[in-house]
């Protein structure tokens, strides 16, 4: 096996505990989906946000969905000047069979926009 990264990213309206915490949520169910992810084949993994974002780890989403014990990490992203705000980002590090072009990174919402080129029809949320 391989340990190879999938990359998501999606945004929120509000910078709410509640919708942060769900919004990532359904953007770990659609990597999880998308790639088949096993828990047991998970390694770590690894949030960030934008800084207009601070009500909630969005960490707390894979807690709720039983990713009790993989490393996960919650971090600030760079503050670029007219950069996607409210933006929640998530790196997933696992070990696969999988060749890094069969491995489906997850853009939604808003963060369609970071990567038009891995954007399709079912991916939309």
Request: with cysteine; charged share 25%; proline share 2%.
């Amino acid at each position: 096996m391989m340990v190879r990264a999938i990359r998501g990213a999606t945004t929120v309206e509000n910078n709410d505990a509640t919708e942060i915490i769900n919004e990532t949520r359904v953007l770990l169910s659609e990597i999880i989906e998308k790639n088949a992810l096993e828990l047991n084949n998970v390694i770590s993994v690894i949030f960030s946000v934008t800084n207009d974002l601070d009500a909630a780890f969005p960490a707390v989403a894979a807690r709720q969905i039983g990713w009790t014990n993989i490393a996960l990490m919650c971090t600030n992203e760079i503050n670029v000047p007219g950069s996607l705000k409210k933006c929640i980002r998530i790196l997933v590090h696992f070990n696969t069979e999988k060749s890094n072009e069969e491995v489906a990174h997850v853009y939604l919402k808003g963060a369609r926009i970071l990567r038009p080129d891995l954007y399709s029809e079912d991916t939309e949320a």
